[in-house]
Nanobody, 116 residues
């Protein structure tokens, strides 16, 4: 069974940085597309960034330049480096994995709060 465990969330001041990690188990991982989504209070869950097995990356326009997604296939882990954080980045961040069978998995989420 695939499990995704996020870590690295927390409280940070505007302009600060955080690094999220998501460790996957129960999957090959190297052949999966992985990514990050977020959901702010009262809003729908939205894409933040994804990275395919070949390393193709997609970012939401709102985080381009400021956020960097990366993966370590040996560690079965995907990272999200978040710099120049803004109050509007405040949300629960969810790790997502999409495997070769087109089955989608979600982590439990980690809270990121950016104070102004």
């Amino acid at each position: 069974q695939v499990q995704l465990v996020e870590s690295g969330g927390g409280l940070v001041q505007a302009g600060g940085s955080l690094r999220l990690s998501c460790a996957a188990s129960g999957t090959i991982f190297s052949s999966d597309t992985v990514g990050w989504y977020r959901q702010a209070p009262g809003k729908q869950r939205e894409l933040v960034a994804t990275i395919t097995s070949r390393g193709s990356i997609n970012y939401a326009d709102s985080v381009k330049v400021r956020f960097t997604i990366s993966r370590d296939n040996a560690r079965h882990t995907v990272y999200l480096q978040m710099n120049s954080l803004k109050p509007e980045d405040t949300a629960v961040y969810y790790c997502n994995l999409d495997n070769l069978k087109a089955i989608n998995y979600w982590g439990q989420g980690t809270q990121v709060t950016v104070s102004s």
